[in-house]
């Protein structure tokens, strides 16, 4: 982890799948994928906002981050530099401090400064709704 823009890192996850391979967020950069055997970053999503957690799916499949937008954000990941864009949900009404996944991957749970705790029902492709 070498490289931020603007501002410094706040969250890390790794691929349970890929047992080298790093995702990493912070503030005022982008999420950055890292190869454990690379010096840069091996591909990026654009996100000019804080990420304030983020955690990769128990297969390795999905990833889901939450930001200081207060919002939450769902990606498929099919490898390291390829990612799909499933969804956001908006829930909370402060900041999202944590985010984890259910073990059988159909739920996300949310954490925030506003002291909620949203449960998110995950189906894969289709995104998920606050419950």
């Known amino acids: 982890?070498?490289?931020?823009?603007?501002?410094?890192?706040?969250?890390?996850?790794?691929?349970?799948?890929?047992?080298?391979?790093?995702?990493?967020?912070?503030?005022?950069?982008?999420?950055?994928?890292?190869?454990?055997?690379?010096?840069?970053?091996?591909?990026?999503?654009?996100?000019?906002?804080?990420?304030?957690d983020l955690k990769i799916s128990p297969s390795g499949k999905w990833m889901a981050f939450g930001t200081e937008t207060n919002e939450v954000f769902v990606y498929s990941l099919q490898g390291l530099d390829q990612f799909t864009f499933l969804?956001?949900?908006?829930?909370?009404?402060?900041?999202?401090?944590?985010?984890?996944?259910?073990?059988d991957e159909r739920q996300i749970v949310t954490v925030s400064a506003d002291c909620s705790v949203s449960v998110w029902n995950f189906f894969g492709q289709s995104g998920g709704q606050a419950q």
């Open 87 to 103: 969804g956001k949900g908006l829930g909370h009404s402060a900041p999202i401090q944590r985010v984890s996944w259910s073990p």
């Open 1 to 52: 982890m070498r490289q931020t823009q603007n501002g410094f890192h706040m969250a890390m996850s790794q691929r349970k799948d890929h047992e080298l391979e790093l995702v990493t967020a912070g503030s005022g950069s982008p999420i950055f994928f890292w190869d454990c055997d690379e010096a840069q970053p091996v591909a990026q999503i654009p996100y000019p906002y804080k990420v304030m």
